[in-house]
């Protein structure tokens, strides 16, 4: 029998709700486990091991003095996934941003905060090559059930590129708009089974825009509800929609699909 | 003897221990965090009431229902909303879905593995299948819980200022009712397996801290209480929790009458187990817990015995929910105004503090948050002090496998702790 495909789980800058969601999975978890063999995985267990071939990084990065571990991780990786917003598009924290860090450290540390480092806010693919993205914040663990299979049999995800809003359609959820919520889900990009809007709540937008977002129809949509694109604009800085580091993020990731293909089933080259 | 463990593993987040023991005297012992800070204090400012606690839930994937529900009650309060009983009782429900699950998450696959000599959960599939799938389905009844009532347990959607975009439905709730009964085989059989395990032996009293209410066990609201017999309502928190910054740690400290305190699972039973549910107390003394303890070891024995109390009370709350009979839930209408508020919830870690400014738009101007892991911390440090020189006939690595135990009794959740 060919030796399975090894895994490990890194993280930067994050909540670690994206790992939670993957341990929570259980009876699927297990199923996993059968194909591969975790080898490294700080949050759950204490055997660690630097050979591993497919490498899910969740977080974003904030530190400089983080990069070359991200760096190694990527060395080592023959694929690397970004696993959850804050590690493909930079995650709420980005907002941080438009601050001053040195005003930042002030607020929470008072005179004592210039000891620690802090900087700006990056996605992943701002430091290194990502092989593949699973968005949301958390990653919604069908998604990454089926990213995983994928790459198990050496083929190319590519996160949809279908609005929230169509999921929430297919559904036949209530429309948030109608109960009276302004909701970005008409610009967002899908794969979350639109979650949010299935309890009656907006779509805040954490898995970032949909490819060539169908914006003239989005004006259309609002209008009927009363909404003008300033409404809807303040939503958008939630998750730091309009940041360049965001925009970056997004085009690296269309400019990068088709990277797995290249190195189809890459463990088996081991 | 030099103890360093870089990026201790089997905790959530980045942290270190650190040290030295020479001749039977401690030169130095402490916890080093080293995670990286995301300023959900400064970036929160600015932010509409409506998206602050949307936000404020992801500064853990833990215990994000604490964090929301903590930053509900601080916007309510200073935007004078109030929870209908229904909202009440849900909040309730799904504090008791996040204890459940992340104690099981702790009590089997972070804290287990030491006592079983085991480096991680991960052997156990093969060799003991049946105890890995009671720990998913404990673990997962918290999900499903959560999930029934609003939407997932990282991060919920449907919790929003003065109640819920929409209720759950009914037959959901009687479906997860069972699954919750269909538990007691595994909370027998939990405690069962903890009497089996061997507890290090450790004593060092200390301050224990959580809420209260008249009313019932709590896991939200009441007021803060301290072992040493003070007590302050939560909009006061400021007088008795005083947070410091050390130079160790991107996480600040706290003290309150003493030079540290502790708090989490075993405060709370140490100060509040008389409103324990009944099987839940069985559970107590049948695993040996006598209150007060002063083992910290034993923090997760505490949180065996909440993992049988919010099995049983979520049973209780269900049917307490259906009976008044179920409501239909609205996103509830909100003028924005000015004003202040503080909310508090038990975070699985202990004490979780949000405290927020709006101004006219409802606009946060104004956020601090108090982090249970931050308050445990120079308890942490004070109780590696006492236990080193216990140690000091020990080898280097058992040294360090009891150091690192130590710190994950605590169960510390260390990127929430740095936010």
């Known amino acids: 029998m060919a030796e399975k495909p090894r895994i490990a789980f890194f993280d930067f800058a994050c909540c670690e709700g994206c790992q939670l969601t993957v341990l929570g999975l259980g009876e699927p978890l297990l199923k996993l486990l059968e194909r591969v063999e975790v080898v490294t995985w700080r949050e759950a267990m204490s055997e660690r091991s630097d050979d591993f071939d ?158 060539d977002p169908n914006l003239n129809a989005a004006r259309e949509v609002l209008a009927e509800h009363g909404y003008t694109v300033s409404d809807i604009i303040g939503m958008f800085d939630i998750y730091s929609l309009r940041s360049p580091a965001a925009a970056e993020a997004r085009e690296t990731a269309r400019q990068d699909r088709g990277a797995i293909e290249k190195g189809a089933e890459p463990w088996r080259s081991r | 003897m030099e103890i360093k463990v870089e990026h201790i593993t089997r905790v959530e987040g980045h942290g270190n221990i650190v040290a030295s023991l020479q001749g039977g005297r401690v030169e130095q012992a402490f916890f080093q965090v080293v995670e990286a800070i995301r300023f959900f204090e400064g970036f929160l400012r600015g932010k509409s009431w409506r998206e602050v606690s949307h936000l404020a839930s992801r500064i853990c994937g833990i215990c994000a229902i604490s964090h929301s529900t903590a930053s509900l009650q601080a916007t309510e309060q200073a935007l004078g909303l109030a929870l209908s009983p229904q909202a009440q009782l849900l909040r309730r429900l799904i504090m008791n879905a996040e204890i459940l699950s992340s104690h099981a998450l702790h009590v089997y696959f972070l804290a287990a593995p030491d006592f079983l000599g085991l480096k991680s959960v991960m052997p156990l599939i093969e060799t003991g299948p049946e105890v890995v799938a009671r720990a998913f389905r404990l673990k997962k009844t918290g999900y499903e819980l959560a999930e029934v009532v609003v939407g997932r347990h990282t991060h919920p959607v449907a919790a929003v200022p003065g109640g819920f975009t929409m209720a759950p439905e009914e037959s959901a709730l009687r479906a997860v009712r069972d699954k919750l009964t269909a538990l007691r085989p595994d909370l027998e059989a939990t405690v069962e397996l903890w009497k089996t395990l061997e507890v290090p032996e450790f004593s060092r009293p200390t301050e224990y801290v959580c809420l209260r209410r008249p009313e019932y066990y709590a896991f939200e609201g009441g007021e803060i209480v301290s072992s040493e017999g003070d007590s302050v309502p939560v909009a006061r928190y400021g007088e008795a929790i005083e947070e410091h910054v050390v130079s160790h740690s991107t996480a600040k400290h706290a003290r309150w009458h003493r030079e540290s305190y502790l708090v989490g699972a075993l405060a709370r039973v140490n100060n509040n187990w008389r409103q324990l549910h009944p099987a839940a107390r069985r559970a107590m003394e049948a695993i040996g817990l006598q209150p007060p303890c002063h083992n910290t070891f034993m923090n997760t024995a505490a949180q065996v015995v909440e993992i049988v109390h919010c099995v049983e009370d979520s049973i209780a709350l269900i049917d307490e929910i259906l009976s008044l009979p179920l409501q239909e839930e609205w996103e509830p209408e909100v003028t924005a105004r000015a004003g202040e508020g503080v909310g508090a919830a038990e975070a699985p870690r202990g004490l979780l503090i949000h405290d927020y400014t709006y101004d006219e738009q409802g606009r946060c101007v104004r956020a601090n948050c108090v982090i249970p892991t931050n308050q445990n911390l120079a308890n942490l440090d004070a109780d590696m002090r006492a236990l080193l020189p216990q140690l000091s006939a020990r080898t280097q690595e058992e040294v360090q496998l009891r150091l690192e135990m130590l710190v994950r009794s605590y169960d510390p959740c260390i990127s929430c702790s740095v936010h």
């Open chain 1, 54 to 211: 497919i490498a899910f990084v969740e977080g974003s990065i904030t530190r400089d003095s983080d990069i070359p571990r991200l760096r190694r991780i990527r060395e080592q990786a023959k694929v690397l996934v970004a696993l959850g917003t804050c590690a493909t598009l930079g995650g709420p924290h980005v907002s941080a941003n438009n601050c001053d860090r040195g005003e930042l450290l002030r607020l929470v540390y008072g005179g004592e905060g210039a000891q620690f480092e802090a900087g700006e806010v990056r996605p992943l693919s701002a430091v290194v090559q990502v092989d593949a993205f699973i968005h949301g914040c958390p990653i919604n663990g069908d998604e990454f059930l089926t990213v995983a299979n994928h790459l198990l049999l050496g083929k190319a995800y590519h996160p949809p590129s279908r609005p929230v809003c169509h999921e929430c359609k297919l559904n036949q959820y209530e429309c948030v708009l109608d109960r009276g919520q302004i909701c970005l889900g008409p610009v967002t990009r899908g794969g979350c089974d639109a979650i949010c809007t299935s309890r009656g709540s907006q779509c805040f937008g954490c898995r970032g825009l949909v490819d």
